[in-house]
C-alpha cells in the first residue's frame, strides 16, 4: 500500500519518534519515492523536457532524504531539516501535477486534461475509478475561479459558462451510475463529453498552450503563435485568440531583446547581431499573420522556424553569461 510521503515526512517531527521509527520512516518514503520515479519514468518519453525536470526534482529528493538520515545517525535532525524535505516535497508534487497535467492534454481529444482522462474511465469498467475521478473533476470545477484568474479577460466568461455546463454533465453520469443507467448511458454521454471538449478548447488559451508550445522551435511563444495560426485558417480558434498568440510572441521576445541591449556582460558586436536577427524574427512572424491558407503558412512557417533556431543558438551562448 502505497503511503503519503507529506504524511510520513511530518511524523518525523513528533517528539515522541523514536530513532529506529525516524529510520523506519525514513525506508517507507524512500519506497514510495522510488515507486513513484519508477511509474514517472514510464511516461517521460511523451515529454522529454518536462521529465528531465521532473527526474532532477526525484534526484534532488533522494539526495535530501539520504542527507537526513545520515545526520540522523549522529544526532537529532534539526526541525528545519525537516522543513526542508516538506519544501521540496512540495515543489516535487507541483511538478508532477504539472507533468500529469500536460501529459493528458496532449493526449487528447481535447485541451481539457481532466476531461481527457474521464474519457477514459468512462469507456472502462471500473465504476469506482470511474466515480472517484468525477469527484477529484469536482474539486476541479469548485476551484474554478482561480484556473479562470489566470486565463486571458477575453475568454474568462466563455470557459465560466463552459465548466458550469462540465459540472452539469459529471452530476448527470453520477446519476445514471447510481440508478444502474451507466451502461445503456454510457456512449450518449461519451459523445456529449467529446463535444463538450471541443468547444472548450476552441476557447482554453492556457490548455493551448500546454500543447502548442513546445514545438517547432524552441521558444515557447512563438511556438504557440505557429500553432495558432494553422488553427485559425482551419477555423478551430477565434481571430482574437490568434491575436492573442501573436502579441504574446512579440512580448516574449522583446523580453529577451531588452535584456540583451541592457546587459553590461553582452558585447556591442553581439547586441548589435543580435538586434537584427531579432528584427528578422519579427519580420517573419508578420508573414506568419499575414498568411492566408495552410500551404501559405508552412512555406513561412519553415523560415520562421529557422531564424528562431539561430536565435536559441544566441540565446543559450548569452544564458552563460547569467
Known sequence: MKTDLTETVHHLLGPS??????MALLDRADEELMAQQADYRELYKHLPQEGRELEDAFHHYTRLLDNFRELLSTQDAPEERVQELLEALKHLKGLQFDFKEKLWASRGPSTHPGLNELLVFLKGKDEDALYAHIKSEGKRVEAQDRILSSQPEFVRETLTSLIDEYYDLLQDIVESMEEGALSEERDDFLERLKLWGDEYSCHDINGLRLKYDSHPTAIPDVNFCLNMRRLYLEEFVSGHLFDHSFESARA????VMDWVETDERVSLGDKSQYKKLHQIILERLEDVARAK??????????ACV???DEANGWQIRFSKLR
Open 17 to 22: 519518534t523514536s530513532y529506529s521509527q525516524k
Open 252 to 255: 516574449e521576445l522583446r523580453q
Open 293 to 302: 491558407s495552410l500551404e501559405d503558412l508552412k512555406e513561412v512557417g519553415q
Open 306 to 308: 529557422g531564424v528562431c
